[in-house]
Structures are given as C-alpha cells and as structure tokens.
T-cell receptor, first 115, second 110 residues
C-alpha cells in the first residue's frame, strides 16, 4: 500500500519554464489537495478536488493549474515558473473533506527551486 | 484573513519534562482542530484531533480546546528526544478548509 506518491522529489527550474508535479494515491480517496510550504511557514492550500472532474481554488492558486481526470491522480501544473514559486509542495488526500474526522495523508513532498 | 497563530519557538525542554504548545485562531466559527507533527525534511502526520471544549488524551499527548478563548494547546508528557519536531496547529473554519499555523519547533534535550 503506497499511500500518496509524489514525483519528482527535487527539481530545479529556470524562470519561465513549465513543469508538472505528479501526485497519485491508491486509497480510493475522493478528496485531494495541493499545499506549498515555504521555509519556517505553515502549509498554504493551492488547489483541491472533491472528486474526479471537480477542482477548486485554495488560498494561493495564482500561477498554478490542476486537473482531476481520475480518482487516483491529481497533477499540479506550473506554466511560467517564477522565483516566488520556490517552495516545498505537498500533495495530500483524505477520505472525507476537511473538517470531518478524516486525517490528511501526505505525500513525501517535492522540493522545487526556481532560479 | 482567517489566521492561526502559534507560539514562535523554538521550544526546548529536557527529556522527561512536559512540553506545552499553544495555538490561537481568529475564526469564531471554527469547529475542528488538529495537531500535525512534522520531522525535518518530512511530510506532516496527524497526531491529535479535537472538536469539543475540554481535554482529549491519547497516550502521552493531550489536546486542550477552549472555544470561548479561541485557544487550542497540545501537551506532551514525558517528552522524548524522538518528539523533537515541528508541530503544526490546523483549524477548519467557516470555509471548511484547513488553515495551518506556521508551526512551533520543539527540541527535547537528552
């Protein structure tokens, strides 16, 4: 049982480049989330999804896009990388929505540097 | 802007002592409260959740909630070096989304 799998673990991008952060979960969770964590800071919600075909913006969505074509996968797309997007990105999933007694299961994170 | 604030730390306690971690929140309609532990370079993991005023105990961990004061805390009894980590307070507010605090770094000294 792999849980939540994120790839890649590390990536260095040049300003203006694009990339997709991959996230997959094998727990049949409907809810999936993308967070970013800047040094010494808490987690900020970028986008979330309550099921296949349904996505919505979180607190800091600018510069990112997501899709949810299947229950398992929730990729995060950066179209024009900027230094402000240097961060650690965590994908998470949960059985029920936030606020219910349903813990978030996190992936191991992707450390992204934009130079 | 709904906020979750934690005591800035870092917090150091000797092995065997009680570590006290505090969190305040601004959204009065918040209903769900969580403590996540994050080891350096790792992802967060849930260690406690609490929904009602009062105390909730789980092993060496006790979460305390006071909705009138908009305050939630985490006590770690008999602290161990393996408890050294950053502890993140998270609160679900009126938008039913989790808001995380910036975390308190705890070091337990052998």
């Amino acid at each position: 049982n792999a849980g939540v799998t994120q790839t890649p673990k590390f990536r260095i991008l040049k300003i203006g480049q694009s990339m997709t952060l991959q996230c997959a979960q094998d727990m049949n969770h409907n809810y999936m989330y993308w967070y970013r964590q800047d040094p010494g800071m808490g987690l900020k919600l970028i986008y979330y999804s309550v099921g296949a075909g349904i996505t919505d913006k979180g607190e800091v969505p600018n510069g990112y896009n997501v899709s949810r074509s299947t229950t398992e996968d929730f990729p995060l797309r950066l179209e024009l990388a900027a230094p402000s997007q240097t961060s650690v990105y965590f994908c998470a999933s949960s059985y029920r929505g936030q606020g219910n007694n349903s813990p978030l299961h996190f992936g191991n994170g992707t450390r992204l540097t934009v130079t | 802007q709904k906020e979750v604030e934690q005591n800035s730390g870092p917090l150091s306690v000797p092995e065997g002592a009680i570590a006290s971690l505090n969190c305040t929140y601004s959204d009065r309609v918040s209903q769900s409260f969580f403590w996540y532990r994050q080891y350096s370079g790792k992802s967060p993991e849930l260690i406690m959740s609490i929904y009602s005023n009062g105390d909730k105990e789980d092993g060496r961990f006790t979460a305390q909630l006071n909705k009138a004061s908009q305050y939630v805390s985490l006590l770690i009894r008999d602290s161990q070096p393996s408890d050294s980590a950053t502890y993140l307070c998270a609160v679900t507010g009126s938008a039913r989304q989790l808001t995380f605090g910036s975390g308190t770094q705890l070091t337990v000294l052998p």
